[in-house]
């Protein structure tokens, strides 16, 4: 259709996304001179603050790069340390980390599906709002968000910012009572997530479709891949983790100053759409019933449906956190493996030179840690690849399709649109440590 | 529910971030469904990390989280302060800087040319400053994360216009009554000896040791922490490198800067 049309749109901070983000759009006479997706945080510069650390503290700094998702960046920060160490880390050690990691997508998604991105679908600017309109589904949702906190506080002292997830294991492990609390505060939960699968099943979106390629872990075992495995596509490729640089291409566009990536097209996605499509047949059986139910199927190629994937996860993560609180249970943990080592003052863990990634699936897709250390265990250099960084390109190339699909709506109905789809990637632009565009135009 | 009559007296409070990882704003969220007895008491106004709404005219509350790291962000901190009748400095990274202040012990240029290569001057950035090195704070509350029950003590004290005092007695208080083994007994160094409570020694309960996240105590104990530097034979240097990880600002209130 052609439209003769003139629009600029300029959203500055865009609103309930963790961090600073504009979209900035300029359509002149029908035709798109501008559409992207700016990432405004002050740049903290973490990579450089790392140099000289221990690759002891590494844990602890990253983890403060994000908010929500510290407990991921802990995880890569932490396989990236032992990886740089030459540690292995136990078969228990490995199952307290998929729990974490379980936590933090219940968490992070409940998050952002209830208070994020479920008052656009409601028509609301908040949920402020919605303590009055829909009262109860406010309550359900801080109930279920606080009991995730509760179940990480048990697990590993608190979920903003782990305490006893660090290089070589845990500081602490859970007792009996820690164990059966979990359990308590997850099958108390079984009410509210029945009815956030009835709340899912009403929820509308926008019909729009770009056929991507979409980026995540893969492996050979049975295990929906959020820790282990390797890096997988849509489109058949497949690299070590420790070639990770391989599958994310950064690249300078002329137009700005940012870090793009890409793999095998222009753009690629990663977040749960990514791994809905890579690993449905993975998936915990409760969770393929769900998205039988909803009619959700792999390959999906509408983002605005990286919300509904989220439901999905939550769905997969409740019951396999379930699964492991229950092993763990019956077959007992091994408290020697508790560990002391703060910044290894007394050795307790070999050091010597290397260079370990990281890469593990955190709720908004996956994230990479990079470390180079030397003989002393400091970090000489350090990079990290963040999941919005890796979205920001994809972002860009939907809204090219999408808005002359949209074109003939008017100016608000089209910022709303875009914000959705903004919103429904789930940014996390503290985390966008390593990406930064200050091109502005008005 | 009568808000909307409310609303007229309820206190304006909003929140506002600067260079941090929004955590602490996210333990407000984690505060559950007593989150909502207080919003009963109060009226948020803006919270951007969850809210679409805007308010144009004065804060009761402004609560600050994050540093402030450049040009832009220090115009933007001035501003909210004019139109605040109280300011609350949320947080490590407001109230000292936090572990955004370690990028000070670098010179700027270099760190900047680090992460992003030779378009390094695309990218404004200044040294790293706690708020209250910027404009005048009214509370402080200290950690990294935030200690919830804190934030509720600040926030009654701050809506009455009562004072709030921060325990300036080291985590080793706390350490001891939650009857910890001590970390340096553990054979590792920790930085409780020298930090400020009210945290309940968080890290220490959980085995991991503490890492001076709320910043020095007024008057530590000098002697006492150099019998500990010496029985324990730890250089003072490895002490000194572990304290900035969160207090490298502190330079700024030695050298008197605002």
């Given at each position: ?36 997706f ?9 990579e ?95 109930r ?15 979920h ?84 990770y ?23 690629y ?25 909803l ?73 990479f ?32 399709k ?27 632009i ?13 | ?39 009963g008491?109060i ?56 572990v ?47 200690y ?110 605002k």
């Amino acid at each position: 259709m052609a439209v003769n049309k003139d629009l600029d749109i300029k959203v500055e901070y865009v609103t309930r996304v963790e961090g600073h983000g504009n979209i900035v759009v300029n359509v002149k006479n029908g035709k798109i001179e501008k559409s992207e997706f700016h990432v405004v945080e002050s740049p903290r510069l973490f990579e450089g603050m790392l140099r000289g650390r221990s690759v002891f503290e590494a844990q602890h700094i990253t983890s403060r790069i994000c908010g929500i998702c510290s407990c991921g960046h802990s995880l890569a920060s932490i396989e990236a340390a032992e990886d740089a160490l030459g540690v292995t880390p136990s078969a228990q050690t490995i199952k307290l980390r998929k729990l974490l990691l379980d936590y933090e997508f219940l968490d992070s998604h409940i998050l952002h599906v209830y208070l994020l991105a479920a008052p656009d679908i409601l028509g609301v600017p908040s949920f402020v709002p919605l303590i009055k309109t829909h009262n109860a589904v406010v309550r359900r949702a801080l109930r279920m968000k606080k009991a995730c906190n509760d179940v990480c506080d048990i697990l590993v002292g608190r979920h903003v910012h782990p305490i006893s997830a660090i290089a070589g294991g845990f500081t602490k492990l859970p007792r009996p009572k820690d164990l059966d609390a979990q359990i308590k505060l997850l099958e108390d939960l079984g009410e509210d997530m029945a009815e956030t699968l009835k709340l899912a099943a009403t929820l509308k979106f926008p019909d729009f479709h770009r056929e991507t390629e979409y980026v995540a872990l893969v492996s050979d075992d049975g295990d929906y891949p959020l820790l282990t495995g390797e890096i997988g596509s849509t489109d058949g490729k497949r690299f070590k983790k420790k070639d990770y640089r391989k599958a994310t291409n950064e690249f300078v566009d002329p137009r700005s100053s940012a870090k793009f990536t890409k793999l095998s097209r222009e753009s690629y996605f990663v977040g749960a759409l990514a791994r809905f499509n890579l690993n449905y047949d993975k998936l915990h059986p409760e969770a393929k019933k769900v998205a039988v139910a909803l009619g959700f199927k792999p390959v999906c190629h509408n983002p605005y449906l990286n919300t509904v994937a989220q439901v999905i996860e939550i769905v997969h993560c409740y019951h396999h956190a379930l699964e492991i609180l229950r092993d763990l249970k019956k077959n007992g943990v091994d408290y020697s493996q508790e560990l002391v080592v703060g910044v290894n003052e007394k050795g307790a863990i070999p050091v010597r030179a290397g260079d370990g990634v990281g890469a593990v699936e955190v709720p908004r897709g996956i994230l990479f840690h990079n470390y180079e250390t030397d003989a002393k265990g400091l970090i000489k250099q350090a990079n990290c690849i963040i999941p919005t960084n890796q979205n920001i390109n994809n972002i860009e190339h939907d809204f090219a399709k999408l808005l002359p699909e949209i074109i003939t709506r008017s100016k608000e109905e089209i910022t709303l649109a875009l914000e959705m789809l903004v919103r429904a990637y789930d940014p996390c632009i503290s985390c966008s440590t390593h990406y930064l565009n200050v091109t502005f135009v008005d | 529910m009568t808000n909307a009559s409310k609303t007229a007296t309820k206190p304006k409070v909003a929140f506002f971030d600067f260079a941090c990882c929004e955590g602490c704003q996210l333990q407000v969220a984690n505060l559950g469904e007593s989150l909502l007895d207080i919003l009963g008491a109060i009226d948020v106004v803006e919270f951007r990390e969850v809210m679409s709404e805007k308010w144009d005219k004065d804060y009761d509350v402004a609560i600050i989280e994050g540093s402030i790291t450049d040009h832009h962000a220090e115009e933007r901190i001035k501003k909210i302060r004019a139109r605040s009748r109280v300011l609350i400095a949320y947080g490590a990274c407001a109230c000292i800087g936090g572990v955004n202040g370690m990028k000070n012990s670098f010179e700027l240029d270099e760190i900047r040319r680090c992460v992003y290569g030779k378009d390094f001057k695309l990218f404004d950035s200044v040294k790293t400053r706690p708020v209250h090195q910027v404009v005048k704070v009214d509370y402080f509350v200290n950690g990294c994360p935030i200690y919830p029950p804190e934030l509720v003590e600040v926030l009654k004290c701050a809506l009455r216009g009562l004072p709030y005092t921060v325990p300036d007695n080291p985590v080793c208080v706390e350490c001891k009554l939650n009857e910890n083994v001590c970390m340096y007994d553990r054979g590792v160094s920790c930085l409780g000896p020298w930090t400020k409570a009210g945290c309940n020694s968080w890290c220490v309960n959980n085995g991991n040791i503490c890492y001076g996240c709320r910043g020095e105590v007024k008057n530590p104990a000098k002697n006492a922490a150099s019998d500990v530097i010496g029985k324990y034979k730890l250089s003072a240097g490895l002490i000194k490198n572990k304290f900035e990880m969160y207090n490298k600002c502190k330079e700024g209130d030695i050298n008197g800067g605002k």
